[in-house]
């Protein structure tokens, strides 16, 4: 399976070309980020030559702190889009329903990560991240965002949702991103989204499509669109459902950049496993 998934990867990742001033290409510095996620190892252990196979091993292997330094370069992060964007269009065309929601990634409360903060997680508080994406009903993750765990989930909806590809037009979400600010940065971009209104009665300056959602969530078309959503939760579950998938952040991954590449490289491997299931149809 990870050879598969390897083999997808590496097809979809930029050239490699080494530019001015640099001594590795963009491509070895994922390469190693991607080895080291796809056997949940730290990025020292993918740095030695020892912990590759010959024929997966590139001609000059990075030191740790080449991959620390580039990893939170631009260039790092146009790689990653790149990849991710040729691994889309493997997948096809994306849905006009998809979901939004948040994935909390916990740790230890004893944890002195500076970055991490305490919030609501699962049945309760803890410390630690939350992966937002936006997902359509394939599992594609089409935006994505990592923040504190105390950050609240309408703040990354409001950039995630105005970055979408073309051709998603409707939201389902909970009732945590319901607000008229939202529905109001939405309404110029023709996508509606269908979030259970939290506050009753509803004001006379609230968004007039939180009336009309408070109405429609009274029918059983509102019903349907609640286990719908739920659909959300079943993708974030599958994400870790196979050897070198998403269960969370290792005790290595610390700091919200750290944080960030680690989920980089596990969303390019879910595209690649969802890119390996399809083709084995």
């Known amino acids: 399976m990870e050879d598969r998934l390897w083999s997808i ?19 070895s510095v994922v390469l190693v980020v991607l080895w080291a996620a796809i056997h949940d190892r730290p990025i020292c252990w993918a740095c030695e030559s020892a912990n590759w196979p010959v024929s997966r091993l590139p001609s000059q292997l990075p030191h740790p702190s080449t991959i620390s330094r580039r990893s939170r370069h631009s260039d790092f992060a146009r790689a990653i889009e790149f990849t991710l964007a040729r691994l889309w269009d493997q997948l096809g065309s994306p849905s006009q329903d998809a979901m939004i929601d948040g994935m909390p990634l916990v740790i230890s409360d004893y944890s002195r990560d500076p970055d991490a ?20 009903v394939r599992g594609v993750v089409l935006a994505y965002e990592v923040q504190a765990l105390n950050v609240n989930e309408r703040r990354p909806a409001s950039s995630l949702l105005r970055h979408l590809p073309r051709g998603v037009r409707r939201i389902l979400a909970d009732g945590n991103y319901d607000s008229s600010k939202l529905h109001a940065e939405l309404q110029p971009l023709g996508i509606r989204l269908y979030s259970p209104p939290l506050q009753r009665p509803i004001g006379r300056r ?17 019903q349907r669109l609640e286990n719908q959503r739920e659909h959300v939760e079943r993708q974030f579950g599958l994400m870790g459902n196979y050897g070198c998938g998403l269960k969370g952040l290792p005790h290595w991954v610390r700091r919200q950049h750290r944080v960030k590449r680690w989920l980089d490289a596990k969303l390019l491997i879910h595209h690649a496993f969802l890119i390996s299931k399809h083709t084995s149809i």
Do not use: E, W
């Open 117 to 136: 903060a305490n919030g609501r997680a699962y049945r309760g508080f803890s410390k630690g991240y939350k992966l937002h994406a936006v997902i359509d």
């Open 206 to 222: 609230s968004h007039p499509r939180r009336r009309l959602l408070m109405r429609l969530f009274k029918h059983p078309i509102g």
């Open 9 to 27: 990867i590496v097809s979809a990742l930029p050239d490699n070309k080494v530019k001015c001033g640099q001594t590795y290409s963009d491509r």
